[in-house]
């Protein structure tokens, strides 16, 4: 591909695009006339429906393909489309932080690719581009680098994927912990249990519940299978000179780097059954791109650093994100023992601590959640007080990042202390932000505000820095 051609207007994507986008709509449709007993009795009106399924399918992804043009500019790459509503995408150079070329499970046999461009305040599908020949697709990939991050950042990144493939990861996650834990999370366990129970009450106990009720409890035991099983399988950590990156998938294999200074904060996960193996879940909020939601996509879902590790190898994962941190070594200041009246259970797990470098909170006795957030990265920091915990002398602190899984509350603290850690935590993100500077500087949203009616006070460290 010349220079010429890339830059040139209106470029489309790969003919096949529709159907590699859209096989699995017409799979559904089969699978629905099949499974129709009265269609199945008159195949020739299913054979007319399923055809009139293929041929709107092939017109409407035809449509949407002749609409969808690229093109670069001098400072951005744009995508057009819509036939109906059109849009139009404008991603500037200096907001891509990296870009992979991947290969889902169908374009990879028609030889076919997607780039997957990190966009800084983008959600995930902002800087999604597919599909190009795979040729097309590393030809358009070292084109952008060189426009966002010039010659010797492509020739670099180009160096590492050649290296990539020999050189040793430094963590692996193996796919029987993966299934395990699986198998082991609440969800897994409270659908299957859920399932067999409605099967004995339908065939045994002659409940007449109906199986049909069956579906939702089925799909919470096949869903996180295929997501975290499919969706994790070889999981790896490898370093390169850009930060950590992690690679994953079965069919659908993904790759992300996380560069380092847009770590805003991370999430250790620790379910009951979890913690009595040792396993906890490592999820990151990065800078712009954790926490946006799209379709199908939980509200705070964010990067994953490690999907299911062993306590080991959760503190190498953090010592490699946060260089010096010692989880353990940080002083942990426990809830009043009067917090046993609003949680009766709970309140024992209620903590937070402090060291020169982050802030973690910890709550959750079946599900064990740690926040961390960095001291430079806090955006404001509020105290909530409801009339009950006035009436007890509690309160909340609540140490905001933007939107993302890490959600920084020290539940129920005394009131007094409670005050005293709002001005503290201000003062030292102040302090950070002063020696602390971010490597690139991005948009990023902030968390929803408290609900209306709530008791609140905030102190903003935020104001004298543009790293936001």
């Known amino acids: 591909m010349t220079q010429q051609a890339v830059e040139s207007l209106g470029q489309r994507l790969h003919p096949l695009t529709p159907f590699v986008k859209g096989w699995g709509y017409f799979v559904v449709a089969a699978v629905a006339l099949v499974n129709n007993e009265g269609l199945r009795q008159n195949l020739t009106f299913a054979g007319i429906g399923l055809g009139a399924v293929l041929v709107g399918g092939i017109l409407l992804g035809a449509l949407s393909w002749w609409f969808t043009k690229w093109q670069l500019t001098g400072d951005a790459i744009r995508v057009d489309s819509g036939f109906l509503f059109r849009r139009t995408r404008i991603i500037r150079f200096d907001r891509i932080q990296a870009i992979d070329v991947a290969q889902p499970f169908v374009a990879r046999l028609f030889g076919m690719a997607e780039l997957r461009m990190d966009v800084a305040g983008g959600g995930k599908n902002d800087g999604k581009l597919s599909y190009f020949r795979y040729e097309q697709a590393q030809e358009?990939?070292?084109?952008?680098?060189?426009?966002?991050?010039?010659?010797?950042?492509?020739?670099?990144?180009?160096?590492?994927?050649?290296?990539e493939a020999v050189a040793p990861p430094l963590l692996t996650v193996p796919t029987g912990r993966l299934l395990g834990a699986t198998l082991l999370s609440s969800t897994v366990v409270g659908s299957a249990g859920g399932l067999?129970?409605?099967i004995v009450a339908t065939t045994v106990l002659n409940f007449h519940v109906g199986l049909v009720a069956g579906v939702?409890?089925?799909?919470?035991?096949?869903?996180?299978?295929?997501?975290?099983?499919v969706g994790n399988h070889g999981f790896t950590l490898s370093e390169s000179s850009h930060g950590l990156r992690t690679k994953r998938g079965l069919f659908d294999v993904q790759r992300q780097t996380i560069p380092p200074g847009r770590v805003q904060g991370l999430l250790i996960t620790e379910p009951l059954?979890?913690?009595?193996?040792?396993?906890?879940?490592?999820?990151?909020?990065?800078?712009?791109?954790?926490?946006?939601?799209?379709?199908?996509?939980?509200?705070?879902?964010?990067?994953?650093?490690?999907?299911?590790?062993?306590?080991?190898?959760?503190?190498?994962?953090?010592?490699?994100?946060?260089?010096?941190?010692?989880l353990s070594s940080i002083e942990l200041h426990p809830a009043p023992a009067r917090a046993k009246w609003l949680r009766p259970i709970?309140?024992?797990?209620?903590?937070?601590?402090?060291?020169?470098?982050?802030?973690?909170?910890?709550?959750?006795?079946?599900?064990?959640r740690t926040s961390i957030v960095l001291h430079h990265k806090t955006q404001s920091v509020r105290l909530e007080q409801g009339p009950i915990q006035r009436r007890f002398g509690l309160a909340n602190v609540h140490v905001?990042?933007?939107?993302?899984?890490?959600?920084?509350?020290?539940?129920?603290?005394?009131?007094?202390?409670?005050a005293?850690?709002?001005?503290?935590?201000?003062?030292?993100?102040?302090?950070?932000?002063?020696?602390?500077?971010?490597?690139?500087?991005?948009?990023t949203q902030p968390k929803p505000p408290s609900p209306d009616g709530s008791n609140s006070s905030a102190a903003s460290p935020a104001d004298e820095s543009s790293d936001r």
């Open 216 to 229: 939702p409890l089925l799909l919470g035991v096949v869903q996180p299978i295929w997501k975290q099983v």
């Open 140 to 163: 358009l990939r070292t084109t952008l680098l060189v426009r966002a991050k010039g010659e010797q950042a492509a020739e670099q990144q180009a160096a590492e994927q050649q290296t």
């Open 420 to 443: 005293a850690l709002v001005k503290a935590q201000a003062d030292r993100a102040r302090a950070a932000r002063r020696t602390v500077s971010a490597p690139v500087a991005v948009q």
């Open 400 to 418: 905001d990042t933007p939107l993302g899984p890490t959600d920084a509350v020290a539940l129920h603290q005394d009131q007094v202390e409670a």
């Open 346 to 368: 709970g309140w024992r797990y209620l903590a937070y601590g402090v060291d020169g470098q982050v802030m973690v909170t910890t709550r959750g006795w079946v599900s064990r």
């Open 273 to 326: 059954i979890w913690r009595l193996l040792g396993w906890s879940r490592v999820e990151l909020d990065i800078a712009g791109v954790a926490g946006q939601k799209e379709d199908g996509d939980d509200e705070h879902e964010g990067a994953q650093l490690l999907p299911v590790g062993e306590r080991t190898e959760v503190a190498y994962v953090l010592a490699r994100v946060l260089p010096g941190f010692d």
């Open 196 to 198: 067999i129970w409605l």
